[in-house]
């Protein structure tokens, strides 16, 4: 059994699967309190005045009396480690980081540096203070006298209940040491893991750098297929729960208003995503972040027009023209397309290895476009089988290593007449170059 125990308590500790230990304790603790109650209970059913029969009406008055005296222990015991386990609320910082200021190229608005006008009540954490120091301070000036008392108290409690002379009052006291610590150490243990979690979620600050890993651009990327690029961050996930457990009614900052708008972009709600960046970009315009996220998440939900008109008022940055050259495609031919392949190949040297699959998606499009468009104008052969050659180059550079790249191509390719996504449909189901590449057509 112990070599079972401490093999189980060893793999916990190592996983950080505290829920395990913690179960092993409750579980023991109840069967070794409950077996020893009950033991307890025949004893004094056989110890009568009599000495000459057993007594059911002893044995089931000590053990009711026992339960119920063991669980207003372990409830006291309970109640004393939530006082003393209750997490203190931190003072959210007035103060603007240097970061905050350096990220904004303009003067700051009162709204990017102002708090709530509310916090979170405190009472019962007051409460828990000043109780923890005072029964701490009594208790320290009553440490010789609490065993003569606690013993007192146990012969009292036997003589009003459970009436056994011999060792009644031996059982008092034992179910108090027992199961007052025990319920203690379930009460603090309890609030410091799971209540400290829960008021975490409902009362958390955001913290500044939460919300400058939340607003990074690499962290909300434009992709196919409808989603956004996974974050390099595995912090992301955690900052997005926090961000996401918040209403927007309770965030005040500017900056922690567009965190919230990229934290709903990336949970796939595109609306309010777009409201909350949209009131970021509109409290602070000289900042250059928030637009880039409006328009990416502009995009995402299909609305080119829009995005267009965020775009046009950015710097000039191998970011912003990859937005740029997306919103292109989505223009009327032929400027649409020219100017998408011009801009692609201005920043090609500086698209990043990992964009590099969604930059040769794009730039196959903006070929495409421009084979269909020659083939509809019955351009030179020379034209069109130049641009169909660029086309399926760059159709094969995204699909030779990236198996999702390759299932947006093909969607593309398989897309309906009415699909606003069909770049790819000028090569006909037949075409053995295309099928050589992605694989025969399948609609």
């Not at 386990?85 to 970061?99: D, F, H, M, V, Y």
């Not at 007192?152 to 009436?163: D, L, M, T, V």
């Not at 434009?222 to 992301?236: C, H, I, M, N, Q």
């Not at 970011?319 to 920043?347: C, H």
């Amino acid at each position: 059994m112990i070599t079972i125990c401490n093999k189980v308590w060893s793999d916990a500790l190592q996983k950080q699967e505290f829920g395990i230990i913690a179960d092993w304790f409750y579980c023991r603790f109840a069967i070794y309190g409950g077996a020893a109650l009950l033991g307890a209970a025949v004893a004094a059913g056989l110890t009568t005045d009599e000495d000459i029969s057993f007594s059911y009406a002893m044995m089931f008055r000590t053990l009711g009396l026992g339960l119920l005296f063991a669980g207003a222990c372990m409830v006291c015991g309970w109640n004393l480690g939530l006082l003393f386990g209750i997490p203190r609320s931190l003072s959210r910082n007035t103060t603007p980081a240097s970061g905050a200021q350096q990220q904004s190229s303009g003067p700051a608005t009162p709204s990017s540096t102002s708090e709530a006008t509310s916090k979170t009540n405190t009472n019962l954490e007051d409460i828990s203070d000043w109780l923890t120091k005072t029964i701490v301070g009594v208790g320290l000036t009553s440490l010789t006298s609490a065993p003569a008392y606690i013993w007192g108290i146990s012969g009292k409690i036997n003589a009003a209940g459970f009436g056994w002379a011999s060792h009644g009052q031996l059982l008092a006291l034992s179910i108090m040491l027992y199961f007052v610590p025990g319920g203690f150490w379930m009460g603090y243990v309890g609030t410091r893991t799971i209540l400290s979690k829960l008021f975490d979620q409902v009362d958390r600050s955001i913290q500044n750098g939460d919300v400058k890993t939340a607003l990074k651009e690499g962290n909300l990327l434009l992709t196919g297929g409808g989603t956004f690029a996974k974050p390099a961050d595995s912090e992301v996930g955690k900052i997005d729960r926090a961000l996401l457990d918040t209403p927007l009614q309770k965030i005040s900052t500017t900056e922690e208003i567009a965190a919230w708008g990229a934290a709903q972009a990336r949970a796939g709600n595109l609306t309010a995503a777009k409201t909350g960046l949209a009131q970021a970009v509109q409290s602070d315009p000289q900042n250059s972040t928030y637009p880039v996220l409006l328009a990416t998440v502009q995009l995402m939900d299909g609305q080119p027009a829009d995005a267009r008109k965020t775009i046009d008022q950015l710097p000039k940055n191998t970011n912003t023209r990859l937005l740029d050259l997306v919103v292109s495609l989505y223009e009327p031919e032929p400027d649409g397309f020219t100017a998408a392949i011009k801009i692609g190949q201005e920043i090609e040297k500086d698209i990043p290895a990992e964009r590099r699959d969604d930059f040769n998606v794009w730039m196959a499009c903006a070929y495409s476009q421009r084979y269909a468009y020659l083939v509809k104008t019955e351009a030179g052969d020379d034209l069109r089988n130049t641009a169909r050659s660029e086309a399926l180059s760059r159709i094969a550079a995204a699909a030779k290593d990236s198996p999702s790249a390759k299932a947006w191509l093909r969607s593309l390719w398989t897309a309906g007449p009415n699909d606003v996504d069909n770049d790819l449909t000028c090569f006909p189901p037949e075409d053995q170059d295309m099928a050589s590449i992605l694989g025969p057509y399948k609609a």
